[in-house]
């Protein structure tokens, strides 16, 4: 008597070799990989009955955590709930052809009708079904046809859900430089869904083979050089194909960042978020300030990719041993800040993408868009030029960087600005385009080149007097910046960010977290506090208060505050109770003089030109600037 092990060979042997496919399998690291290449069938699992067996075959004796066919340069991947239900389906013919080899024959070629049948009656196979997980797995997934793989091009690493749901209403779309295409669907049961269609989507199977063998020049280093992508795509391109647009693609897959170009190519799209466990999750990006779900998927082999790159541009170790991340990289036309998180602080590596604001942000700009009223930046403007120590505090995402940048255009052209940064955002080349003088120090983060944030400011301070901006007071350079700010080492202007909610809590994270005397925190002139307004709202300052000492230890009394949602004067300005303002006077000066002084400047504000990044005139008249 032959044993269960002969009979199913036998059976696949005799039953699943077929002419209708000529696919050809093999596991590897959890992934089943099907080269669909030379099948007719070309590997389409909802489509092909064929070839939804040679699948089911391969999945009869281990599963796979997703099925990926490949042809003409094209990859698909089946994940989740359709790879849960291949994989029953293998489990299911295993065990059920022992009994029923009719129905384990039907179950890998469609595996839903043949639950359907198993659960419709008694006897092994509804018992099979159940404890294979098939009945539930083809329940969920209801017919076969609803098979719907993420697509994208074998150069790449990140596939896309083409099809787009069903039972959602499009809200817009839009048509990007890169050739994608981007529609927003609402759903009634789930976040809406940003839908985005790369070029890839519209090559057909020539153009797609082009790009792999083109690839594979890049890859085997038989191409190389800067132009690389479209050298290889020259070199196997018929004069038919678009050549130059292939070599864009290639370029953007090999040399660039592939799909994440695209998502970052919307000036809508400000985040991108890769939650980990990242091959299990789809991508999610923030749209004009909402958070919606992409159709987008990166892979195991794309996160590796990705990781790999992001260490090598960045010079920063990112491992067990060192496991967050705080870098910059170039993702098509904009600067983008990555954190990053892996194991053991998250399940696998995790990503959090920034895009800088394209816009080159001024005083004038921001009392356009309400970020604060004329009179509060005249404040700001005139306690910048008369070398006020300011601290900009708020949350993620507040925009302090936006308004720290925002106030270095304010400082006098003269004056020399050292700026202090581990992951570069201030404008200082737009700075330095303007004929300001400006050095840019790049502190470490983590393990990485540079030096450490207090050798580095140990560092700025000997590079001669001049405003000193900290993009980030966090950590241990936070003892030597005030140090030097009570003995007067630096005599102009000390800008930073700091996260906190307030005075009270920035004293209370200065002093008490990053152990800073309580008497050297006494410098501080102001505190600037952000908010980051209901979700899609805009950015706003929230609170500007001076910092006074007293015998009664540190006050923040505030000179402008949030009333029924306006940033208004407090009065205490006007009453000639601010400390601040009296000690903004030259000697010459008098406190009323400085008054005035900051009327001219708001009306030199609301006035300068918009296109201008120059500071104005200390008479607060408007001065042109450079154009953004």
């Given amino acids: 008597m032959t044993n269960r092990t002969e009979r199913m060979r036998g059976w696949f042997e005799r039953d699943t070799t077929t002419e209708a496919c000529q696919c050809t399998t093999q596991h590897e690291d959890g992934v089943l990989l099907v080269n ?99 009945a539930l797995c083809a329940q969920r997934i209801g017919d076969i046809e609803a098979l719907v793989p993420h697509v994208g091009p074998t150069v790449s690493h990140v596939r896309a859900a083409l099809d787009p749901p069903t039972e959602c209403r499009l809200r817009d779309s839009e048509s990007l ?22 070029l890839t989507a519209t090559l057909d199977d020539t153009a797609m083979s082009t790009l792999a063998l083109a690839r594979q020049l890049v890859a085997d280093g ?36 592939g799909m994440l170009a695209d998502l970052f190519d919307d000036p809508r799209v400000t985040d991108v978020f890769a939650t980990a466990p990242i091959p299990e999750r789809p991508l999610q990006v923030r749209l ?42 170039d993702i098509g036309d904009r600067r983008v800040r990555i954190a990053g998180t892996t194991a053991p602080v998250s399940d696998g590596p995790a990503f959090a993408l920034r895009a800088h604001d394209r816009t080159v942000w001024t005083l004038p700009q921001l009392i356009d868009n309400e970020t604060m009223p004329a009179g509060a930046a005249a404040l700001l403007s005139v306690a910048v030029t008369r070398g006020a120590a300011t601290l900009v505090a708020g949350p993620r995402g507040a925009g302090k960087t936006t308004l720290l940048g925002a106030l270095l255009w304010e400082l006098d052209g003269g004056v020399r600005t050292l700026v202090m940064e581990d992951t570069p955002e201030l404008p200082v080349e737009q700075l ?56 007067g080492a630096n005599a102009s202007a000390v800008l930073g960010t700091i996260h906190g909610d307030g005075g009270e809590d920035v004293r209370e994270r200065v002093v008490a977290d990053l152990d800073v005397p309580a ?6 002139d102001l505190v600037v506090t952000m908010t980051p307004g209901e979700a899609g709202g805009s950015r706003r300052v929230a609170a500007i208060e001076e910092v006074v000492d007293s015998s009664d230890g540190l006050r923040f009394p505030a000179l402008y505050s949030l009333d029924d949602g306006h ?62």
């Fill in 567 to 628: 940033l208004r004067p407090t009065g205490r300005i006007e009453r000639g109770n601010s400390r601040l303002v009296a000690a903004l006077a030259n000697s010459d000066e008098s406190y009323a003089a400085v008054r005035e002084q900051l009327s001219q400047r708001a009306t030199g504000l609301r006035h300068r030109d918009r296109r201008g990044t120059g500071s104005a005139e200390r008479n607060g008249q408007a001065r042109p600037g450079a154009t953004d």
């Fill in 177 to 198: 430089s890169t050739g994608a295409t981007v529609r927003v669907y609402e759903r009634d049961d789930a976040r809406p869904l940003y839908h985005l269609e790369p």
């Fill in 519 to 524: 008497s050297s925190f006494a410098t501080t």
């Fill in 288 to 329: 004009d300030g909402e958070l919606l779900t992409t159709n987008l998927r990166m892979g195991q082999r794309g996160v590796e990719a990705f990781t790999s790159k992001l260490r090598r541009e960045s010079g920063r170790a990112f491992s067990r041993a060192s496991p967050t991340i705080d870098a910059t990289a």
């Fill in 432 to 487: 330095q385009a303007d004929g300001r003088d400006v050095q840019s120090l790049v502190t470490e983060s983590g393990d990485g080149p540079g030096l450490a944030p207090d050798e580095t400011l140990r560092t700025a301070l000997r590079f001669g007097e001049g405003a000193l901006v900290v993009g980030e007071v966090r950590g241990q350079e936070a003892r030597v910046l005030y140090e030097a700010m009570r003995v």
């Fill in 36 to 134: 669909a290449g030379d099948c007719p069938g070309r590997g389409a699992l909802a489509d092909e009955p064929a070839c939804r067996r040679t699948v089911v075959d391969a999945l009869s004796d281990r599963d796979a955590a997703s099925i990926v066919t490949r042809r003409a340069g094209r990859e698909r991947a089946y994940l989740d709930e359709d790879a849960a239900l291949l994989c029953a389906a293998g489990r299911f013919v295993d065990r059920i052809a022992v009994h029923e080899q009719r129905l384990a024959e039907r179950a890998s070629t469609d595996p839903v009708a043949a639950a359907e049948e198993a659960t419709g009656r008694a006897g092994p196979a509804a018992t099979v079904a159940a404890e294979t997980g098939l």
């Fill in 222 to 257: 038989t191409v190389t050089g800067q132009r690389a992508a479209w050298r290889a795509v020259r070199a196997v391109a018929s004069e038919d194909e678009p050549i130059e647009r292939l070599g864009s693609v290639l370029d953007r897959h090999t040399t660039g960042y």
